[in-house]
């Protein structure tokens, strides 16, 4: 925690490369929704201390004065009264406090598991912000590159040009050709900005960082359909059939016996007869009570009905999101795989038009073709590299996707 509380605080007065677990670990620690869910927490931790004071004794003190009027007061009567008493009430018997309890205990464990689920979309967000600039990164590396090689193709047909060797046409298309490369850098510089800006914004930070490395697959195990059951939103769904569990044994309690002990012990000032002699009184008082509700109008039951109503709800909910998640899963999977194949096709495209842009500039150079090949050649090579980075980055996404449905941090 040291190390990382270090990290934030260099990374908020510098600008450098940082690696996915990096971010990992500063969007967790800065992200305001976590906090939030902490708060929340600690809400419920005292709401169960509140439910846990009633099987606590209540003392209380209790004392008093009272003056009267002159004229108020007859000669039985005291002239000033005083009173004190002290007392002790304690819950023998209340089962509604115990459900409370229960309830609570259970609304510990849902923000709990209402935490995990921020913390996994949070994680969740990071990568994609993370490998999104690493994909302009390498779309803005890929037009630079290009841009050189439109560069140094102007100067030589410019040179050309000078020692009458092509014509105008020709020098003013190539000279096209580079000014629209040099417009697509100032693009791809845009996007690669606002996705670095974008990425400091949910980490908080003050400072621009740089994704560190070079965009690719990432390596990743597929997971079991049965690793469904740890997704976040399946376990909160969970936990809230249990709550509206408790929550109905609560209610079902409601018209059960309560026993109550009440001890006090009390002294005041009076007068004695037949001598009207002021004295104190004094002396303890004990009350045992017990209440039971025999007939309430079936609110009891109306109550206990509609948390069952309730109950039955989520784990409808629960069906339907289990088996929504299971239709992404597969969609998902089809996916990846459909784009993997698709890489590896583009893998050998590239390689296929990097060599025909090759013979077509060699060629050029040697009078064998005209300039319009070349400037073909060079489109097609930079659109397959441009479509393949693209694939490389629509695959992390995906997998980033199965990893959230999994409920997987990392």
Do not use: C
Not at 306 to 329: G, M, V
């Amino acid at each position: 925690m040291r190390k990382l509380i270090i990290l934030v605080l260099f990374i908020s007065t510098t600008s450098f490369a940082i690696t996915l677990n990096q971010v990992i670990e500063i969007a967790k620690k800065n992200s305001l929704q976590i906090k939030m869910n902490e708060a929340d927490l600690m809400k419920v931790y005292q709401k169960i201390k509140e439910v846990k004071s009633n099987l606590y004794p209540t003392i209380q003190i209790t004392g008093t004065f009272q003056k009267y009027d002159p004229n108020y007061i007859t000669g039985l009567s005291l002239k000033n009264r005083y009173s004190a008493s002290i007392g002790i009430s304690q819950k023998l018997f209340d089962k509604t406090v115990f459900e409370s309890l229960n309830v609570a205990k259970e609304n510990i464990k849902l923000q709990n598991l209402i935490k995990k689920d921020t913390q996994v979309k949070i994680i969740d967000t990071a990568k994609k912000l993370y490998i999104k600039a690493l994909y302009y990164k390498a779309v803005l590396k890929k037009k630079e590159d290009s841009l050189k090689y439109w560069e140094e193709n102007y100067k030589f047909i410019k040179n050309q040009f000078k020692v009458g060797l092509t014509n105008k046409y020709n020098l003013y298309r190539v000279k096209a050709q580079y000014q629209l490369a040099k417009a697509d850098v100032e693009k791809a510089k845009a996007d690669y900005t606002k996705a670095l800006i974008e990425l400091k914004r949910f980490l908080f930070l003050d400072k621009i960082v740089y994704p560190e490395g070079n965009l690719k697959i990432i390596s990743y195990e597929i997971p079991s359909k049965d690793n469904l059951k740890n997704n976040t939103q399946l376990k909160i769904i969970t936990e809230n059939i249990k709550i509206k569990e408790r929550e109905k044994n609560f209610y079902a309690s409601s018209n059960f016996p309560t026993v109550n002990l009440n001890l006090k012990y009390e002294t005041y000032r009076t007068k004695e007869f037949p001598s009207l002699k002021e004295t104190w009184k004094k002396g303890y008082v004990l009350t045992v009570s017990a209440n039971w509700t025999i007939f309430d109008g079936f609110k009891q039951k109306s109550q206990v009905l509609q948390k069952e109503s309730e109950k039955i709800k989520e784990k409808l909910n629960y069906k339907n999101t289990l088996n929504d998640l299971k239709k992404q899963y597969e969609t998902t999977l089809e996916d990846i795989k459909s784009l993997t194949i698709q890489a590896k096709a583009y893998e050998e495209n590239i390689k296929a038009s990097a060599e025909a842009l090759k013979l077509a500039t060699e060629r050029y150079k040697y009078k064998l073709t005209n300039i319009v090949d070349v400037l073909e050649a060079e489109k097609n090579y930079n659109d397959v590299f441009l479509q393949y980075l693209n694939i490389i980055y629509q695959i992390d996404l995906k997998i980033f996707d199965l990893q959230l449905l999994v409920g997987m941090e990392k």
